[in-house]
């Protein structure tokens, strides 16, 4: 006979003296590998058969495992010594039997419908124990892994006791059994007694947690049990087929009409099918459905049916028997939203209903028509029950960051219709969470705005403290937030022995220790200062006063670089901020990233410099519509707003959204007239060198902002980064700074692709600018001005193999153009050419070059001009090395007066380890000063 572990041999005297509190609970773990039931060994099953001294054995529990298929007789062999321990103590009040961890090989296969000595044994068990005169409750249950996918293929189909009134789904199967279920059904259906009213034996609880009481071999002793005595509660939690519960919920219904307490767990069914055997429990006071079992295990994955569009919130499927009154008795409801929407039809529904509870798995919440359907049960709710308060129950037991963000993300784009759904919840309970981020789940909870308290159950323990302090931080109107049925004044305190250890000590700690540190650092102000700068270098921060560069996913992740650096007490200034966005994720993450990162600009005392690189919203893995839109300019606008406040001197923005820019919105800039400037509060701030790309701050609200920022602030320094439209509206924008001393615009431009330029456009005069980089086509432009660019000392023409010049114009007629404006000249002229095609040669052969710099004349005296020269291309990774070359002999000879050189050919430092091409340069140009080999600068001798 088994032991309670195989280390663990106990005495028949010490097994007695444990059971001499007649009321006390007898366990008996059964594990197949232990020794044999008959074996001569003492274990508890002897050991009970044999007591003398328990009169009163009131609780009696048994929990069978197995591994191997050779463990089925000795189940068998422990199922009868557990009838006869029943059979001995008529007193015994509470029973429980459980099977967990049966092996595949060791399973009720339905080739015999279950072992014959092992069916035969525990059919003898359920008839003891249905004669127990004071049986209070009865649990028989399967373990998860017992009630499986493979189970629910395998089980066969329940044949009725008495068939139903009306034909079942089921009734095809019993015309012509199966002949996989061949020999296993009797020909005569066992007759069943007609539903007894209540007698005067004990009333009892009954739990079915498994699909083996339904096998045909159990089935008339589970209706006999029901029909026996009094059921005050019963609950039915197994994975069986559709087909089955259309059979036995209506029986089972039959036999314990006066049942006060359901809980169905797992019921699989249709909704008109399901209510209209509950509505039949007239006197029913407690009611708790749902489609998926209450295991920790994957759910079952389903949908809720998104309404026609052209549903009406309050309309009314017109095939439903509208019934005047039922359940009106129930009290306490927990179901899910489908079964709710079923049940509130009638004209009075539910009229003594107290406690409301919908339950759903979090995967629900992403279904399109789940909003719906809430909007139509609050709608009805409001009319018929308007105190009573709603509890929302979800599980979320798989993948519950992405689930959870997705959420959000849905919250999101749907807008008022969200609120409108689930605004009205005002208890919110999660279930099975496990061991993921606090943030995540703390963030979601902002989508239900009427929630006041939030019940939490199956966290990892050690997260608990940290979960309602981040509740509490996010989700300010929640009231109350209770862990495990324990409220947050109970939950487990942090022990104070670690902090008595020395700061030296712990630095030591510290050091050996990883993502976990940022966990240490929100315990204590003291393990603040000593954790998070040890966990902000790891994390590639090491000087957050001078420089805090880090990038942020559109993932939920918790304790990363920015939530350290918000919650570290020691950070109050930094001089240059610099965040990138990564592209992909949810929309919703990346919209609080910005509201992150605009809380920990804000507490910063001063800020020099930010730079930030933006996401499309066209790259994000979520849905993105105007509502989505309008919330991405507030939440940037603020941020912007912020970082000026704290008087930010340079400002760089790169990436765009997903609108293009639309002009015709805003307003525009003419001579005299004056711009509304309602993005920017202040009228005065101390940027003075801006980079921007237009697509993201001259998109609807962001061209008001930029003009209002660079209208109010000194300018000094402006870099536009690439853009291909928009060129005239620059120009526009340049003509209000003439403070400017830097200027970089977009590589391509064309001011539509003609000269001369439209007369009525702003022609910037720029006379404090000294630095420009710049296309032809700008440069063009500003040379129209009255004494243009007059202290210019360094000018640097964009143009590549592409280049958009105007029509009939090439680099030698802009240099002729540049020259005739004054004798005065730029000091230094650089070049920038970029060699983008791969068919170099052959664009090179056609005459491409030639076009671009001008005939041989014009350009022989345009190149003296030229005097640094900044080539780029692009064919390629792995191009040998003497293409590289041949490029250089074609493209050198044409600029004879180059006093510096910069080569980058998008290969790294690889060029620069060939010495074949630095003695090309040497040699074309021998007294050059200057060679930079991509961006690596060579040492000349």
């Given at each position: 006979?088994?032991?309670?572990?195989?280390?663990?041999?106990?005495?028949?005297?010490?097994?007695?003296?444990?059971?001499?509190?007649?009321?006390?609970?007898?366990?008996?773990?059964?594990?197949?590998?232990?020794?044999?039931?008959?074996?001569?060994?003492?274990?508890?099953?002897?050991?009970?058969?044999?007591?003398?001294?328990?009169?009163?054995?009131?609780?009696?529990?048994?929990?069978?495992?197995?591994?191997?298929?050779?463990?089925?007789?000795?189940?068998?062999?422990?199922?009868?010594?557990?009838?006869?321990?029943?059979?001995?103590?008529?007193?015994?009040?509470?029973?429980?039997?459980?099977?967990?961890?049966?092996?595949?090989?060791?399973?009720?296969?339905?080739?015999?419908?279950?072992?014959?000595?092992?069916?035969?044994?525990?059919?003898?068990?359920?008839?003891?124990?249905?004669?127990?005169?004071?049986?209070?409750?009865?649990?028989?249950?399967?373990?998860?892994?017992?009630?499986?996918?493979?189970?629910?293929?395998?089980?066969?189909?329940?044949?009725?006791?008495?068939?139903?009134?009306?034909?079942?789904?089921?009734?095809?199967?019993?015309?012509?059994?199966?002949?996989?279920?061949?020999?296993?059904?009797?020909?005569?259906?066992?007759?069943?007694?007609?539903?007894?009213?209540?007698?005067?034996?004990?009333?009892?609880?009954?739990?079915?947690?498994?699909?083996?009481?339904?096998?045909?071999?159990?089935?008339?002793?589970?209706?006999?049990?029901?029909?026996?005595?009094?059921?005050?509660?019963?609950?039915?939690?197994?994975?069986?087929?559709?087909?089955?519960?259309?059979?036995?919920?209506?029986?089972?219904?039959?036999?314990?009409?006066?049942?006060?307490?359901?809980?169905?767990?797992?019921?699989?069914?249709?909704?008109?099918?399901?209510?209209?055997?509950?509505?039949?429990?007239?006197?029913?006071?407690?009611?708790?459905?749902?489609?998926?079992?209450?295991?920790?295990?994957?759910?079952?994955?389903?949908?809720?049916?998104?309404?026609?569009?052209?549903?009406?919130?309050?309309?009314?499927?017109?095939?439903?028997?509208?019934?005047?009154?039922?359940?009106?008795?129930?009290?306490?409801?927990?179901?899910?939203?489908?079964?709710?929407?079923?049940?509130?039809?009638?004209?009075?529904?539910?009229?003594?209903?107290?406690?409301?509870?919908?339950?759903?798995?979090?995967?629900?919440?992403?279904?399109?028509?789940?909003?719906?359907?809430?909007?139509?049960?609050?709608?009805?709710?409001?009319?018929?029950?308007?105190?009573?308060?709603?509890?929302?129950?979800?599980?979320?037991?798989?993948?519950?960051?992405?689930?959870?963000?997705?959420?959000?993300?849905?919250?999101?784009?749907?807008?008022?219709?969200?609120?409108?759904?689930?605004?009205?919840?005002?208890?919110?309970?999660?279930?099975?969470?496990?061991?993921?981020?606090?943030?995540?789940?703390?963030?979601?909870?902002?989508?239900?705005?009427?929630?006041?308290?939030?019940?939490?159950?199956?966290?990892?323990?050690?997260?608990?403290?940290?979960?309602?302090?981040?509740?509490?931080?996010?989700?300010?109107?929640?009231?109350?937030?209770?862990?495990?049925?324990?409220?947050?004044?109970?939950?487990?305190?942090?022990?104070?022995?670690?902090?008595?250890?020395?700061?030296d000590v712990l630095l030591i700690i510290f050091q050996h220790l990883g993502p976990e540190l940022y966990a240490l650092a929100r315990l204590s102000r003291r393990l603040n200062l000593l954790a998070l700068p040890v966990y902000l270098a790891q994390s590639g921060v090491p000087n957050p006063p001078e420089l805090c560069e880090f990038r942020l996913v559109n993932h939920p992740m918790g304790g990363d670089v920015l939530s350290a650096l918000s919650s570290a007490v020691y950070i109050t200034q930094t001089k240059h901020l610099s965040c990138e966005f990564t592209s992909g994720g949810n929309v919703s993450c990346y919209l609080n990233h910005i509201e992150r990162l605009t809380s920990f600009i804000r507490k910063l005392s001063s800020i020099d410099q930010v730079s930030l690189s933006l996401v499309d919203l066209g790259n994000v893995d979520s849905e993105v519509n105007e509502l989505v839109r309008q919330r991405w300019r507030r939440t940037f606008e603020v941020l912007l707003n912020v970082v000026l406040e704290r008087s930010c001197t340079s400002l760089t923005i790169r990436g765009a959204p997903y609108l293009k820019p639309d002009l015709s919105e805003s307003a525009r800039l003419v001579s005299g007239s004056t711009i509304e400037l309602s993005a920017l509060a202040q009228t005065n701030s101390s940027i003075h060198t801006f980079s921007f790309h237009p697509l993201t701050t001259l998109s609807h609200f962001g061209i008001r902002w930029t003009f209002s920022a660079l209208r109010s602030s000194h300018i000094s320094i402006l870099i536009v980064f690439c853009s291909d439209f928009l060129d005239l509206k620059l120009v526009e924008l340049l003509g209000k700074l003439p403070a400017l001393?830097?200027?970089?615009?977009?590589?391509?431009?064309?001011?539509?692709?003609?000269?001369?330029?439209?007369?009525?456009?702003?022609?910037?005069?720029?006379?404090?600018?000294?630095?420009?980089?710049?296309?032809?086509?700008?440069?063009?432009?500003?040379?129209?001005?009255?004494?243009?660019?007059?202290?210019?000392?360094?000018?640097?023409?964009?143009?590549?193999?592409?280049?958009?010049?105007?029509?009939?114009?090439?680099?030698?007629?802009?240099?002729?153009?540049?020259?005739?404006?004054?004798?005065?000249?730029?000091?230094?002229?650089?070049?920038?050419?970029?060699?983008?095609?791969?068919?170099?040669?052959?664009?090179?052969?056609?005459?491409?070059?030639?076009?671009?710099?001008?005939?041989?004349?014009?350009?022989?005296?345009?190149?003296?001009?030229?005097?640094?020269?900044?080539?780029?291309?692009?064919?390629?990774?792995?191009?040998?090395?003497?293409?590289?070359?041949?490029?250089?002999?074609?493209?050198?000879?044409?600029?004879?007066?180059?006093?510096?050189?910069?080569?980058?050919?998008?290969?790294?430092?690889?060029?620069?380890?060939?010495?074949?091409?630095?003695?090309?340069?040497?040699?074309?140009?021998?007294?050059?000063?200057?060679?930079?080999?991509?961006?690596?600068?060579?040492?000349?001798?």
């Amino acid at each position: 006979m088994p032991m309670a572990s195989s280390s663990n041999h106990l005495t028949p005297f010490s097994l007695l003296m444990e059971f001499l509190d007649p009321t006390l609970k007898s366990e008996v773990n059964f594990d197949g590998n232990f020794v044999d039931v008959d074996a001569q060994y003492f274990n508890p099953f002897t050991a009970l058969r044999f007591a003398l001294f328990i009169p009163n054995l009131q609780n009696f529990s048994a929990t069978f495992n197995a591994s191997t298929s050779s463990d089925i007789t000795r189940i068998a062999r422990g199922i009868r010594s557990c009838h006869r321990i029943v059979n001995k103590f008529p007193s015994i009040r509470n029973v429980a039997v459980e099977f967990q961890a049966i092996a595949y090989d060791a399973r009720f296969l339905p080739s015999g419908g279950m072992n014959d000595l092992l069916k035969s044994d525990f059919q003898a068990l359920l008839d003891t124990i249905a004669d127990l005169p004071h049986l209070e409750s009865l649990r028989i249950a399967t373990g998860w892994h017992f009630d499986s996918a493979y189970m629910l293929e395998l089980f066969p189909s329940v044949k009725p006791i008495h068939p139903p009134s009306q034909p079942t789904t089921a009734s095809s199967l019993f015309k012509k059994p199966s002949k996989l279920y061949k020999n296993l059904f009797p020909r005569r259906t066992p007759e069943r007694t007609a539903a007894a009213a209540p007698t005067q034996r004990t009333p009892m609880t009954f739990s079915i947690d498994t699909p083996i009481l339904i096998l045909p071999a159990f089935y008339p002793r589970t209706m006999s049990i029901l029909g026996s005595r009094p059921i005050t509660a019963l609950r039915l939690h197994m994975l069986i087929a559709p087909m089955d519960w259309g059979t036995i919920l209506p029986e089972i219904v039959q036999t314990v009409p006066h049942l006060a307490e359901l809980t169905i767990l797992g019921v699989r069914m249709p909704v008109p099918a399901l209510i209209e055997s509950i509505s039949a429990l007239h006197q029913l006071t407690l009611l708790t459905m749902d489609s998926a079992p209450d295991f920790i295990s994957p759910p079952s994955f389903r949908a809720i049916p998104t309404p026609p569009l052209n549903s009406e919130v309050v309309s009314t499927p017109q095939s439903r028997l509208i019934m005047t009154a039922y359940l009106q008795n129930l009290t306490t409801l927990a179901v899910r939203p489908e079964h709710l929407d079923a049940l509130l039809y009638p004209h009075n529904p539910l009229p003594a209903l107290k406690i409301l509870c919908l339950r759903v798995e979090l995967l629900d919440l992403n279904s399109p028509g789940t909003s719906l359907l809430m909007r139509k049960i609050v709608h009805r709710l409001r009319a018929t029950h308007k105190s009573l308060p709603l509890t929302f129950d979800v599980r979320a037991n798989i993948a519950p960051e992405a689930l959870m963000c997705r959420t959000l993300d849905i919250a999101l784009s749907q807008g008022q219709t969200w609120d409108d759904a689930f605004g009205s919840i005002e208890h919110l309970r999660v279930r099975d969470y496990g061991e993921f981020s606090c943030a995540v789940l703390a963030r979601w909870g902002t989508v239900f705005r009427g929630a006041r308290k939030i019940s939490l159950s199956g966290l990892a323990s050690s997260s608990s403290e940290r979960i309602i302090a981040e509740i509490h931080r996010t989700c300010p109107e929640v009231q109350t937030v209770t862990v495990d049925g324990f409220i947050e004044a109970e939950v487990g305190r942090w022990a104070d022995t670690f902090l008595e250890l020395p700061d030296d000590v712990l630095l030591i700690i510290f050091q050996h220790l990883g993502p976990e540190l940022y966990a240490l650092a929100r315990l204590s102000r003291r393990l603040n200062l000593l954790a998070l700068p040890v966990y902000l270098a790891q994390s590639g921060v090491p000087n957050p006063p001078e420089l805090c560069e880090f990038r942020l996913v559109n993932h939920p992740m918790g304790g990363d670089v920015l939530s350290a650096l918000s919650s570290a007490v020691y950070i109050t200034q930094t001089k240059h901020l610099s965040c990138e966005f990564t592209s992909g994720g949810n929309v919703s993450c990346y919209l609080n990233h910005i509201e992150r990162l605009t809380s920990f600009i804000r507490k910063l005392s001063s800020i020099d410099q930010v730079s930030l690189s933006l996401v499309d919203l066209g790259n994000v893995d979520s849905e993105v519509n105007e509502l989505v839109r309008q919330r991405w300019r507030r939440t940037f606008e603020v941020l912007l707003n912020v970082v000026l406040e704290r008087s930010c001197t340079s400002l760089t923005i790169r990436g765009a959204p997903y609108l293009k820019p639309d002009l015709s919105e805003s307003a525009r800039l003419v001579s005299g007239s004056t711009i509304e400037l309602s993005a920017l509060a202040q009228t005065n701030s101390s940027i003075h060198t801006f980079s921007f790309h237009p697509l993201t701050t001259l998109s609807h609200f962001g061209i008001r902002w930029t003009f209002s920022a660079l209208r109010s602030s000194h300018i000094s320094i402006l870099i536009v980064f690439c853009s291909d439209f928009l060129d005239l509206k620059l120009v526009e924008l340049l003509g209000k700074l003439p403070a400017l001393t830097r200027l970089s615009l977009p590589f391509k431009a064309d001011l539509h692709g003609n000269r001369p330029f439209v007369s009525d456009r702003i022609i910037p005069s720029l006379p404090n600018l000294r630095s420009l980089t710049t296309a032809a086509p700008f440069l063009l432009h500003f040379l129209l001005a009255e004494n243009a660019l007059p202290v210019l000392e360094n000018l640097e023409i964009r143009t590549s193999a592409a280049a958009a010049l105007p029509s009939k114009w090439s680099l030698a007629r802009v240099l002729s153009a540049l020259k005739e404006r004054g004798p005065k000249l730029p000091p230094v002229i650089t070049l920038e050419l970029t060699l983008a095609h791969r068919q170099f040669e052959l664009w090179l052969r056609s005459g491409g070059f030639r076009a671009l710099i001008g005939t041989e004349v014009a350009w022989g005296e345009a190149s003296k001009l030229i005097n640094s020269l900044h080539l780029r291309w692009s064919i390629g990774y792995g191009v040998k090395i003497d293409a590289c070359e041949r490029i250089l002999q074609a493209v050198l000879p044409h600029f004879p007066f180059l006093s510096s050189l910069s080569v980058d050919d998008g290969t790294g430092h690889e060029m620069a380890a060939q010495a074949s091409v630095l003695a090309l340069i040497l040699e074309t140009y021998p007294d050059i000063r200057s060679v930079t080999l991509n961006n690596f600068p060579v040492a000349l001798e």
